[in-house]
């Protein structure tokens, strides 16, 4: 099992950058599939990003070219680097992890954070 602490959110203006940090505690760490969801108020969680065991990275196509999602497995820490962002960038950043890639298939994580808010100024 795995215990996932994020952190690196904050308010930032629109155009400016965040890196976001998945520190996870257990052994392990790098069997585990991780991926950024995101909250906004009134919305439902949406999927961000992933990065497998392997370190095969996938996106959805709003943060394209602007986010960049990475492991550390040595320090057991996951990362979502996040540029040019938005207002419409603005939630609650979860991180996920999860070791069978057939509940990664069904988009079922075990493991989740507390969150991190960011907010994007205008």
């Known amino acids: 099992q795995v215990q996932l602490v994020e952190s690196g959110g904050g308010l930032v203006q629109a155009g400016g950058s965040l890196r976001l940090s998945c520190a996870a505690s257990?052994?392990?760490?790098?069997?585990?599939?991780v991926a950024w969801f995101r909250q906004a108020p009134g919305k439902d969680r949406e999927f961000v990003s992933s990065?497998?065991?392997?370190?095969?990275?996938f996106y959805v196509d709003f943060v394209k070219g602007r986010f960049t999602i990475s492991r550390d497995n040595d320090k057991n820490t996951a990362y979502l680097q996040m540029s040019s962002l938005k207002p419409e960038d603005t939630a609650v950043y979860y991180c996920?992890?999860?070791?069978?890639?057939?509940?990664?298939?069904?988009?079922?994580?075990?493991?989740w954070g507390q969150g991190t808010q960011v907010t994007v100024s205008s």
């Open positions: 257990g052994r392990a760490f790098s069997n585990y599939f």
């Open positions: 990065i497998s065991v392997g370190g095969t990275t």
């Open positions: 996920a992890a999860e070791p069978d890639i057939r509940r990664v298939l069904r988009s079922e994580f075990g493991y």
